[in-house]
């Protein structure tokens, strides 16, 4: 099964009001990858606060950044090519924070294309992986969660973070030591790398 290591720059931290400025994604271990400006849905303007976070600029978008039906098409058309590569016709998509931000914002993508009758992924044959709560299960009782704190645990180097596939190249190594602990946790002949679903059970149903 292919592993997709996702993460979107935002206009703001409003997972269900703000818009989505950047896209980028890669399938774990290839050079398969996305990477996408795109400017506001709602036509507003970035602030000053996001673009000293994220270095993207209101000039930057107007000259570089796609319509969002287009942005949001290309990285549909994208991820259904993988799920068509795949035996089982799932993947798996990893966030760091996911199911609080990047996993309410892909879900927002597929609900546009949705009402322009546009065919997007079935979500039940997507296996959704947080590793802000696979951190939280590994690790516990650390002061901070935070994908750059994790980083500089494990010594990752994350170069321009807060920009989307910065923070993919970084995230895919993170992923990497995490699902190698997970197989120290758990002791299981099955490599968790191979087996996303078990990943996302121990996060949310071990004990």
């Not at 950044?65 to 287009?70: C, I, M, N």
């Not at 799932?90 to 931000?101: D, L, M, P, Y």
């Not at 009758?117 to 044959?125: H, R």
């Not at 995230?171 to 002949?189: A, H």
Request: net charge neutral; with cysteine; glycine share 4%.
């Amino acid at each position: 099964m292919q592993t997709v290591i996702l993460d979107f720059e935002t206009s703001g931290l409003n997972q269900y009001h703000d818009d989505i400025i950047e896209i980028g994604a890669k399938v774990l271990n290839s050079d398969n990858k996305i990477s996408i400006l795109l400017r506001p849905k709602s036509n507003e303007m970035i602030s000053q606060e996001i673009t000293s976070l994220t270095g993207i600029s209101n000039k930057m978008l107007a000259k570089e950044g796609l319509k969002w039906q287009t942005a949001y098409t290309q990285f549909n058309e994208w991820l259904l090519n993988i799920m068509k590569d795949s035996d089982s016709k799932q993947i798996a998509i990893v966030s760091h924070n996911g199911e609080s931000f990047d996993f309410i914002f892909l879900r927002r993508i597929f609900s546009e294309l949705n009402s322009l009758d546009i065919k997007t992924p079935n979500l039940k044959n997507i296996i959704l992986i947080d590793t802000l709560l696979l951190s939280k299960r590994l690790i516990p009782n650390r002061v901070s969660y935070r994908q750059g704190t994790l980083c500089q645990t494990f010594s990752i180097e994350a170069k321009g973070s807060h920009r989307a596939f910065n923070d993919v190249v970084a995230l895919e190594q993170l992923y990497l030591v995490l699902s190698d602990e997970l197989n120290k946790t758990i002791n299981n002949r099955r490599n968790v790398l191979h087996y996303p679903q078990m990943t996302h059970d121990y996060i949310h149903f071990k004990k």
